[in-house]
Nanobody, 126 residues
Framework: VQLQASGGGLVQAGGSLRLSCVAS????????LAWFRQAPGKEREFVAG????????YSGDSVKGRFTISRDKAKSTLSLQMNNLEPEDTAVYYC????????????????????WGQGTLVTVSS
């Protein structure tokens, strides 16, 4: 599976962006999918995920209610709708795909994802 992320850009605080991730080769329907982000000088962290069964999960209160992850199985596309963006959301965002056999408690772990997109930069100005 080859993933390609897009949709990043520069936006003012309070604005919105929609990230997309498409599979240039293969299908995403049998994978758990996720978005991670890496801010300058920080480690890559989990943002949101979507299990192959369709259930979504989020990293916590910092994004819950502002970010929505969704999957279009027919188009093999993963999206992340980001609303009410904050300067703290500034990061390179990566989409990832991992085995559907991963247990729930491991879904936010980087090492559970085998395929990664190239990243798309989101910059939120204050």
């Amino acid at each position: 599976v080859q993933l390609q992320a897009s949709g990043g850009g520069l936006v003012q605080a309070g604005g919105s962006l929609r990230l997309s991730c498409v599979a240039s080769e293969g299908t995403l329907s049998t994978y758990n999918l996720a978005w991670f982000r890496q801010a300058p000088g920080k480690e890559r962290e989990f943002v949101a995920g979507n299990r192959w069964s369709g259930a979504s999960y989020y990293s916590g209160d910092s994004v819950k209610g502002r970010f929505t992850i969704s999957r279009d199985k027919a188009k093999s596309t993963l999206s992340l709708q980001m609303n009410n963006l904050e300067p703290e959301d500034t990061a390179v965002y990566y989409c990832a795909a991992g085995s559907k056999t991963t247990i729930y408690s491991e879904l936010s772990k980087l090492y559970r994802y085998d395929y990664w997109g190239q990243g798309t930069l989101v910059t939120v100005s204050s």
